[in-house]
Nanobody, 120 residues
Framework: QLVESGGGSVQTGGSLRLSCAAS????????MGWFRRAPGKEREFVAG????????LYAESVKGRFTISRDNALNMVYLQMNRLKPEDTAVYYC???????????????WGPGTRVAVSS
């Protein structure tokens, strides 16, 4: 089970830190990712991190502003979001993938999502 938290409403330029708590199984060996779905749009990949935390992958739209990290001892994954823009408004989802390669789709487990709203 994956459960996201940390969403909320911020102004342009603000920051939020999303957290994803994993339970029910050990996700330490899974690739973890963050996705988002903006109103009226398809779900899109935001960031991914390898099981060890050594490798990361970001969507071009968030590169340099968002940072994904994980703490396997706590079974937690984080998404630090800085310099937020109105176009970052979306429901953000945490996901786990049994594949060791960071992929932008095909994840196996999903959380229910947490809403982020960025106002101008």
């Amino acid at each position: 089970q994956l459960v996201e938290s940390g969403g909320g409403s911020v102004q342009t330029g603000g920051s939020l830190r999303l957290s994803c708590a994993a339970s029910g199984r050990t996700f330490g060996s899974y690739t973890m990712g963050w996705f988002r779905r903006a109103p009226g749009k398809e779900r899109e990949f935001v960031a991914g991190i390898s099981w060890s935390g050594d490798d990361t992958l970001y969507a071009e739209s968030v590169k340099g502003r968002f940072t994904i990290s994980r703490d396997n001892a706590l079974n937690m994954v984080y998404l630090q979001m800085n310099r937020l823009k109105p176009e970052d408004t979306a429901v953000y989802y945490c996901a786990a993938d049994q594949d060791r390669i960071i992929r932008t789709e095909g994840y196996d487990y999903w959380g229910p999502g947490t809403r982020v709203a960025v106002s101008s």
